[in-house]
């Protein structure tokens, strides 16, 4: 058999998947030719992006495994690329991803190395649950200054503003909850917490888990923050009791949080539930359906805005 007859056929080697554009990224920046592409297949996770799993077999018996991520439509509006590359590079040189190849801030795209072996974070997992608070420590108490500040207030106005652009209504009632919410952010400023770099999307679907290793992924919105932001992105990645609550708080700050500590993590709950759900809203003008995310928003709004209302009040 000619080394021909053993290359992979056209469909093994790519498919419609992948644009004209994404193949020259790739081909351009790995120095490889489009024929070498193979197996290409949709990835499912994430609710801002579409991404691909590819291999490049440059010599049609062992691949390469990469990722390509193709921003999602109207993200461009909402995510600044040139501050997810400045966050990326933190991150990398803190050691808590390393996966990035290349991230282009202009375009938006990126192409990351796949990590075989990865096996889905569990919040039920208490060892998992330690080690991904570590991540988050290491990150903040490095206290890395971000020439990009991400300030949830006009986060939230700027959303406002594209809502009102695509004539949406408020599908989450958010309208009821505003003036306590600004009153909650007038609290947890007076808090004095003192800002840092922060990934401002710490779920559970962007912490990578390996045997032995877990990373921190996905920094499109890193920047400049208070670092409850990432404590409540955390937390509100599932339904948790009040006990999970407080074990993932004393698993952060590795002994019992002070009352402040904790009223300060509750009003940062209840910052990111009202943001995310405008974030959501908007999302949903740009086509993104399926999410089961808002719906969970939801419920620890219902729970921490009067909570945290009531701890500001006192």
Same mark, same amino acid.
Request: aromatic share 8%; glycine share 8%.
């Given at each position: 058999?000619?080394?021909?007859?053993?290359?992979?056929?056209?469909?093994?080697?790519?498919?419609?998947?992948?644009?004209?554009?994404?193949?020259?990224?790739?081909?351009?920046?790995?120095?490889?030719?489009?024929?070498?592409?193979?197996?290409?297949?949709?990835?499912?996770?994430?609710?801002?992006?579409?991404?691909?799993?590819?291999?490049?077999?440059?010599?049609?018996?062992?691949?390469?495994?990469?990722?390509?991520?193709?921003?999602?439509? @109207?993200?461009? =509006?909402? +995510? *600044?690329? !040139?501050?997810?590359?400045? #966050?990326?590079?933190?991150? $990398?040189?803190?050691?808590?991803?390393?996966?990035?190849?290349?991230?282009?801030?202009?375009?938006?795209?990126?192409?990351?190395?796949?990590?075989?072996?990865?096996?889905?974070?569990?919040?039920?997992?208490?060892?998992?649950?330690?080690?991904?608070?570590?991540?988050?420590?290491?990150?903040?108490?490095?206290?890395?200054?971000?020439?990009?500040?991400?300030?949830?207030?006009?986060?939230?106005?700027?959303?406002?503003?594209?809502?009102?652009?695509?004539?949406?209504?408020?599908?989450?009632?958010?309208?009821?909850?505003?003036?306590?919410?600004?009153?909650?952010?007038?609290?947890?400023?007076?808090?004095?917490?003192?800002?840092?770099?922060?990934?401002?999307?710490?779920?559970?679907?962007?912490?990578?888990?390996?045997? @032995?290793?877990? =990373?921190? +992924? *996905?920094? !499109?919105?890193?920047?400049? #923050?208070?670092?409850?932001? $990432?404590?409540?992105?955390?937390?509100?990645?599932?339904?948790?009791?009040?006990?999970?609550?407080?074990?993932?708080?004393?698993?952060?700050?590795?002994?019992?949080?002070?009352?402040?500590?904790?009223?300060?993590?509750?009003?940062?709950?209840?910052?990111?539930?009202?943001?995310?759900?405008?974030?959501?809203?908007?999302?949903?003008?740009?086509?993104?359906?399926?999410?089961?995310?808002?719906?969970?928003?939801?419920?620890?709004?219902?729970?921490?805005?009067?909570?945290?209302?009531?701890?500001?009040?006192?």
């Amino acid at each position: 058999m000619s080394r021909a007859d053993q290359q992979p056929t056209g469909d093994m080697r790519r498919t419609a998947l992948l644009s004209s554009v994404a193949l020259q990224h790739i081909c351009t920046t790995l120095e490889c030719s489009p024929r070498e592409i193979v197996n290409v297949r949709a990835l499912k996770r994430g609710h801002t992006n579409t991404s691909y799993l590819f291999d490049v077999d440059t010599r049609y018996s062992t691949s390469n495994h990469y990722i390509y991520r193709e921003p999602g439509a @109207g993200t461009e =509006r909402i +995510i *600044d690329r !040139e501050r997810e590359a400045f #966050a990326q590079r933190a991150a $990398d040189d803190l050691g808590l991803d390393g996966t990035t190849i290349a991230l282009n801030a202009v375009e938006g795209w990126k192409l990351s190395r796949f990590i075989p072996g990865g096996i889905d974070f569990s919040y039920r997992n208490p060892s998992q649950v330690r080690q991904a608070c570590g991540l988050l420590r290491r990150l903040h108490d490095a206290a890395i200054p971000c020439p990009w500040n991400t300030d949830v207030a006009q986060g939230n106005a700027d959303l406002h503003r594209l809502l009102g652009e695509q004539g949406v209504g408020d599908r989450y009632d958010l309208a009821k909850i505003e003036s306590d919410i600004e009153d909650i952010q007038r609290g947890t400023d007076r808090d004095g917490v003192s800002k840092v770099l922060c990934h401002n999307d710490a779920c559970d679907m962007n912490f990578l888990v390996t045997p @032995g290793e877990m =990373r921190l +992924i *996905d920094w !499109e919105y890193g920047g400049q #923050a208070d670092p409850g932001t $990432d404590l409540a992105s955390f937390i509100c990645g599932i339904r948790h009791t009040d006990d999970e609550v407080a074990a993932i708080l004393v698993a952060y700050f590795g002994r019992t949080p002070t009352e402040s500590e904790w009223r300060h993590a509750i009003g940062c709950i209840a910052l990111y539930c009202y943001h995310w759900l405008l974030w959501a809203e908007y999302r949903e003008t740009q086509g993104m359906v399926g999410n089961h995310m808002p719906a969970i928003w939801v419920d620890y709004a219902k729970e921490y805005v009067p909570l945290a209302r009531s701890l500001y009040r006192d």
